[in-house]
């Protein structure tokens, strides 16, 4: 800022790319706390005031104000980072999964790792890869909440519930209000057998969203295995108001209908006006 000043009468045109580096950027980055401190998109604009002060400094610097041989360094200068975009374009042009795998190499505790990872997963990246690499990240930062939300969603696909209760247990501590980790933690409570705590957690779900016609469908689901047969009439009837083009809710009730009957025991006692 202090050679932007100086500058200023002199060498208008350093001055002028000293400024608008740092205004640019201000967008950004500046005191205030982030968690990416670095990103190279955000150099997208400012960096048009370096070039202009790289290129006013090389044309001051020649001996003789020569329009050849400048032209022939700033050439040179463009087609060496030509030569860099080319090769940075087809990293990210290859296997999405293996610029993930130089990401975490190069930044094992990069929050930016876990949005990376996120995508490959949503794309049907290798699950058992991406399991070992999010272990990399919240071995070196095990408050990575991405990190953990991520991996406990591949502990489910693998059926290590347990695993997952404990990853979603410590994201939510962070961000109780978030409906998929909710779920994550009910399914896998549910999968273990650990029905009063599943039941709380779809049960939490409802509090956040009571609309959520899935919450509502597992919770019945889980007061189902609890032989809970008319709180769970209760929540699939709801589930049906609010999703009443799934076949799944009604095949259910008429389950549950069917097994009352079957005991003796009237629908009726359990469930009204339906």
Do not use: C
Not at 66 to 93: E, H, M, Q
Not at 156 to 168: C, E
Request: hydrophobic letters at 45%; glycine letters at 6%.
């Amino acid at each position: 800022m202090g050679a932007g000043v100086w500058s200023f009468r002199k060498y208008r045109l350093i001055s002028f790319g000293i400024f608008w580096f740092f205004l640019t950027i201000s967008v950004t980055s500046g005191i205030i706390p982030i968690q990416d401190v670095m990103f190279e998109h955000r150099l997208y604009l400012p960096v048009l005031g370096m070039i202009l002060i790289i290129i006013t400094l090389l044309f001051r610097l020649m001996p003789q104000k020569n329009v050849k041989p400048f032209a022939l360094i700033v050439l040179i200068i463009v087609l060496v980072f030509s030569g860099l975009t080319y090769a940075r374009n087809d990293l990210w042009t290859s296997s999405v999964t293996n610029s993930g795998r130089m990401h975490i190499k190069n930044h094992p505790a990069s929050h930016g790792f876990s949005r990376t990872w996120a995508f490959l997963i949503s794309h049907k990246a290798d699950y058992r890869n991406a399991l070992r690499m999010f272990d990399k990240v919240i071995a070196s930062d095990p408050e990575h909440y991405n990190a953990r939300f991520n991996r406990a969603n591949i502990r489910l696909r693998f059926q290590d519930y347990q695993g997952a209760i404990d990853d979603l247990e410590v994201f939510i501590r962070k961000y109780p209000k978030t409906l998929q980790a909710w779920q994550g933690l009910g399914k896998a409570h549910l999968e273990l057998g650990n029905y009063d705590q599943a039941e709380k957690a779809y049960s939490r779900m409802i509090e956040l969203d009571e609309d959520n016609a899935l919450a509502h469908f597992e919770r019945g689901r889980t007061r189902m295995m609890k032989k809970q047969y008319g709180s769970a009439l209760e929540d699939f009837f709801i589930a049906k108001e609010l999703n009443p083009t799934n076949a799944a809710i009604y095949n259910i009730i008429g389950q549950i209908h069917t097994y009352l009957d079957q005991e003796g025991e009237s629908p009726g006692l359990f469930w009204t006006g339906h």
